[in-house]
């Protein structure tokens, strides 16, 4: 026996896709993790086509502060000599970038699947967190416009 109310599928999906967006992580900063050795970027991330190499007391591409010792300020206070750094990844979802790393290398056959069972790891001696850059045409539109 239908009862007087109407119910719509519209208001569920409303509902979900609101939920699903509060779940999604904020891209306005990213976070790059240092090393001194090239072996404990890889042990991190499962391959050393994640591992960039850095060179001691130089400012890395994430804008990492350097410190007057010639190293890099690691997050626990410590003046390190960073020689690599590992990819971008979003703040407080590291295990998901180091998940998504592994299952890439493995699928573009760059690395051997026992990444994938390997435990997540933390070999860094710091990290550091900057704003993340937008893309588009933006002043490079304007400086080939002649408006720059």
Known sequence: MPSGRRRSGRVALVL??????????????????????????????????LCRDGVAGSTSSAGGPSSSSGGVVSSFGRSVGVHYYGPQYVPGWRDAAMREARESMVRSGRASPQVLSAPFSN???????VRAARGGFGATARARAGGG
Do not use: K, N
């Open 16 to 49: 979900i896709g609101a939920a699903a967006a509060g779940c999604s992580p904020s891209t306005d900063q990213l976070s790059r993790d240092h090393y001194e050795r090239l072996e404990d970027c890889v042990a991190d991330w499962g391959a050393p086509d």
């Open 123 to 129: 070999h860094s001696v710091g990290s550091t967190t």
